[in-house]
């Protein structure tokens, strides 16, 4: 995996940092002696190999993890949990920016966000956190931990560190990397990744961010609120390509609202470093122009990580653009192997490998069947507002020959939105034409990935749109304008014979 340059990261010691690093990788582990042959292997220790590990050990298989890293992953050490509590901070920073419109305002130049201190309240949540994904709490459970580079050396066989691991069943659970675009000059200038921007101590005066993906948007948000100068180009028109186009231009607008200065459509083409600044080229259509920053963050996607396993010998299917290749059961093309997570998935999100880790329990250790397309899982970007998802995108389903039909209600239409301020954004539930099924949904709003639970949790139970109209919400509630949707539904459905039936008691 491409790291970035030395010059970019500040150097980090404290406490916390010690207590994080001592539980996620401790400098004086030692690995255990192998057992005979292990019911399950799992290869990489993020958020879904050790849930699996940890599903499997109660379930009194016999269980060994390997990591070449960090256990946790990059959920814990440099995507979710980080960027999340950062996220919380700058989005204090906009409310305070903003409290003028609540009556509660303040002279701009008397606030002050505390870039450093806001960095340190991270990594003592990182710290804290880190304690459920400790080397000690997983070997306590009955789980082998092994540090190493893990590869495959048969089609039952991984080796680390000189010891072999025999197996019955494996799964692969090995993560993904921060792609980085081939810019001239980007190498020599030197850039923040995810793997570095953590890592930070000082705020960047003037902040490039190329890529508008969900980490990109966050990120950009996040460090333009603590005061940065945020600049983001993205090749596309518009910013979260899967998202629905809507959605996408309700986040431009509010970024562009706070000041961050966008270039859709735009390339960056070349890059140098100046005698105490970045100059970058940009160039959108025929247009070029060139603007300086103090460091770059890259976020334009990620890559599986697949080299170096040794997925040859294990006779595991596999490109380096799309990863693994899985069927809906987790399998690979080793009926004694599973991958599942951001090594073989389209989507990557840390709570897909939570729903994987059981898919793959159940399949690999108790001849399950269990497919992973009859799961309904949500998604979200944690903008102000968020953008979230679950189901099928309208465009998903016409291309199945689906007929749809979309309730939308905006927020402005909600009296809690209203009261709150927070009236930007949208519910949109898609429902099978002629039936109550519900297909899929998109909110964006202020709490969507809050929000999109309730449609996620109906979709699972396999609740159409009339028991969801049922379903009764305290008042008010933002949350509401899901019950809105479902009462528009209802009110506007053809009339049934039941219909029929109780109009003709009414005039009894």
């Given at each position: 995996?491409t ?5 970019v ?5 404290n ?7 001592d539980r996620?990788?401790p400098?004086?582990w ?5 057992k ?10 993020g958020?879904?190999?050790i ?11 016999s269980?060994?993890?390997v990591?070449?890293d960090?256990l ?9 949990i980080?960027s999340k509590?950062l996220i919380r901070?700058s ?8 409290a ?15 870039f ?5 309240r991270?990594r ?8 459920r994904?400790s080397?000690s709490?997983?070997?306590?459970r009955g ?8 590869r495959?050396t048969?089609k039952?066989?991984l080796?680390?560190h000189?010891?072999?691991?025999r197996?019955k ?19 020599e200038?030197g850039?923040l990744?995810?793997?570095?921007v ?8 003037r ?6 993906g969900p ?11 603590f005061?940065?100068q ?9 910013f979260?390509?899967q998202e629905e186009?809507?959605?996408?231009q309700i986040l431009s ?5 706070d000041g961050?200065g966008?270039h859709?459509?735009t390339?960056?083409?070349s890059?140098r470093?100046g ?5 970058a080229n ?6 070029e122009t ?6 770059i ?5 990620r ?6 396993l040794?997925?040859?010998?294990a006779?595991?299917?596999?490109d380096?653009a799309n990863?693994?290749?899985?069927n809906d059961?987790?399998?690979t093309s ?10 073989c ?7 897909i490998?939570?729903?994987?880790a059981?898919?793959?329990t159940r399949?690999a250790l ?7 397309s009859a799961l ?5 970007t944690?903008t102000?507002p ?8 309208v465009?998903?389903?016409r291309?199945?020959n ?12 909600v009296d ?12 949109k539930?898609?429902?099978r034409?002629?039936?109550?099924c ?13 929000m ?8 699972s139970a396999g609740?159409?749109?009339?028991r ?5 919400h305290?008042?008010p509630t933002q949350?509401?304008?899901?019950k809105?949707a ?7 459905r ?12 009414l005039?009894?």
């Amino acid at each position: 995996m491409t790291k970035a340059p030395a010059q970019v990261q500040e150097p980090i010691a404290n406490r916390e940092d010690e207590v994080w690093l001592d539980r996620v990788h401790p400098a004086d582990w030692k690995n255990p002696h192998p057992k005979d042959r292990y019911h399950l292997v799992v290869l990489g220790g993020g958020y879904g190999g050790i849930l699996t590990a940890l599903e499997a050990a109660r379930a009194g298989a016999s269980v060994a993890l390997v990591e070449r890293d960090l256990l946790g992953g990059t959920c814990l050490n440099a995507g979710c949990i980080s960027s999340k509590a950062l996220i919380r901070t700058s989005r204090l920073c906009g409310d305070i920016t903003n409290a003028w419109r609540f009556g509660a305002g303040m002279p701009e130049h008397e606030f002050h966000a505390d870039f450093g201190a806001a960095m340190e309240r991270m990594r003592h949540v990182r710290a804290r956190v880190s304690r459920r994904y400790s080397a000690s709490e997983l070997s306590e459970r009955g789980i082998d931990v092994f540090f190493g580079n893990g590869r495959f050396t048969g089609k039952s066989t991984l080796a680390v560190h000189g010891k072999e691991l025999r197996f019955k069943r494996a799964l692969i659970a090995t993560g993904a990397h921060q792609i980085i675009p081939d810019i001239p000059g980007l190498a020599e200038a030197g850039y923040l990744t995810n793997d570095s921007v953590f890592g930070l101590t000082k705020r960047p005066r003037r902040l490039l961010v190329i890529g508008g993906g969900p980490f990109g948007c966050e990120l950009a948000q996040a460090f333009q609120r603590f005061g940065s100068q945020v600049t983001i180009v993205q090749k596309d028109p518009f910013f979260l390509r899967q998202e629905e186009r809507d959605a996408a231009q309700i986040l431009s607008e509010a970024m562009a609202r706070d000041g961050i200065g966008i270039h859709l459509n735009t390339e960056a083409r070349s890059i140098r470093r100046g005698s105490n600044e970045i100059l970058a080229n940009l160039v959108t259509d025929d247009y070029e122009t060139t603007i300086a920053a103090d460091a770059i963050l890259i976020g334009v996607g990620r890559a599986p990580n697949v080299a170096g396993l040794g997925l040859e010998a294990a006779n595991v299917e596999y490109d380096a653009a799309n990863g693994i290749h899985i069927n809906d059961y987790l399998e690979t093309s080793n009926p004694r192997i599973f991958a599942a997570g951001d090594v073989c998935r389209e989507h990557r999100f840390a709570h897909i490998e939570g729903a994987s880790a059981h898919i793959v329990t159940r399949n690999a250790l108790f001849l399950g069947r269990q497919r992973l397309s009859a799961l309904s899982i949500p998604w979200c970007t944690f903008t102000d507002p968020e953008i979230a998802h679950v189901g099928m995108y309208v465009t998903e389903a016409r291309e199945k020959n689906i007929p749809v039909r979309t309730l939308t209600v905006l927020m402005h239409e909600v009296d809690r939105a209203i009261a709150d301020g927070e009236e930007e954004g949208f519910v949109k539930i898609h429902v099978r034409e002629g039936t109550d099924c519900i297909l899929g949904a998109t909110v964006a709003a202020r709490h969507a990935g809050e929000m999109i639970s309730d449609i996620s949790l109906a979709m699972s139970a396999g609740i159409g749109m009339r028991r969801l109209a049922c379903v009764s919400h305290p008042y008010p509630t933002q949350a509401a304008a899901i019950k809105v949707a479902a009462n528009r539904f209802v009110q506007t459905r053809k009339p049934s014979v039941r219909n029929w039936l109780e109009k003709l008691w009414l005039k009894l």
